[in-house]
């Protein structure tokens, strides 16, 4: 049973081991398909609403002009920022009647000692052309509902457009945009499409393949040592 129990074990390790390895193959494709979508020409906003529901979308550029839906801002809780924590402010735009509406990010937004109290949140109040990325938020699989509270700006947990689609009843577009300039608004602005890196993804795989490395020496040894315990045992004078 322990033998079964190790053998499981160790190729458990090196299949982790070979699972990160090609995680890290993936991040490097992705990587290139970012590089090579941040050189292409802008997407209009045509272009980005006839793009395939299934297609990822973040790292295309957009150019569009829009008018801030009213004061529909949205701030995004539990982000950080060079070492600081708070919020990520994004504002719904419209860019023609009979299309889905459009999230702009304003920006990162530090949280004061009071969480009660939300930091004040520059907002958009007229028509402005801007020029960004797009971008995506992984869902976390534990927990992807919106959470928003009333009022506005409305604090929201994860960044869920389907709910928040349901919430102001109006359609919006399934990628934010990142701009590079917002008129009157100079916030920064977190840029991280990739979580992990591919380097990572190959220390981690480093790490589980050390594992199942010195749990078959540990095992060698063990073997190793049984061997001799029988061997002498053998070879021990018996007594008459």
Same mark, same amino acid.
Request: hydrophobic share 40%; glycine share 6%; charged share 20%.
């Given at each position: 049973m322990l033998f079964i129990i190790t053998v499981s074990l160790f190729l458990l390790?090196?299949? !982790?081991?070979?699972?990160? =390895?090609? #995680?890290a193959v993936e991040k490097e494709e992705w990587q290139d398909q970012l590089t090579a #979508?941040?050189?292409?020409?802008?997407?209009?906003?045509? &272009? !980005?609403l006839s793009l395939p529901t299934? $297609?990822?979308l973040t790292g295309y550029r957009m150019t569009v002009t829009a008018h801030p839906v009213e /004061?529909?801002?949205?701030?995004?809780? /539990?982000?950080?920022?060079?070492?600081?924590?708070?919020? !990520?402010?994004?504002? =719904? *735009?419209?860019?023609?009647? &009979?299309?889905?509406? =459009?999230?702009? $990010?304003?920006? *990162?937004?530090?949280?004061g000692p009071d969480r009660a109290k939300l930091p &004040?949140?520059?907002?958009?109040?007229e028509a402005q052309s801007f020029t960004g990325r797009l971008y995506q938020k992984?869902? /976390?699989?534990?927990?992807?509902? =919106?959470?928003? $509270?009333?009022?506005w700006p409305s604090r929201i947990q994860n960044l869920n457009i389907v709910e928040i689609s349901q919430l102001v009843n109006h359609t919006i577009a399934s990628a934010v945009l990142q701009p590079e300039?917002?008129?009157?608004? &100079?916030?920064?602005?977190p840029w991280r499409p990739i979580p992990l890196g591919a380097h990572k993804h190959r220390g981690y795989a480093l790490q589980w393949f050390s594992m199942a490395f010195a749990l078959a020496v540990l095992v060698l040894f063990f073997i190793?040592?049984?061997? #001799?315990? #029988? $061997?002498?045992t053998d070879n021990s004078p018996t007594e008459n």
């Open positions: 390790m090196v299949k !982790l081991g070979f699972w990160q =390895l090609s #995680r #979508r941040q050189a292409a020409a802008p997407l209009t906003y045509s &272009d !980005l299934a $297609e990822p /004061n529909k801002v949205f701030i995004l809780d /539990n982000q950080t920022f060079k070492g600081k924590v708070g919020y !990520l402010a994004l504002q =719904l *735009f419209e860019v023609s009647p &009979d299309t889905p509406w =459009l999230l702009v $990010e304003l920006g *990162f937004v530090p949280a &004040d949140i520059p907002h958009v109040t992984q869902s /976390n699989p534990m927990s992807s509902s =919106l959470m928003a $509270e009333t009022g300039q917002i008129s009157g608004i &100079d916030l920064p602005h190793y040592g049984q061997k #001799r315990k #029988r $061997e002498q």
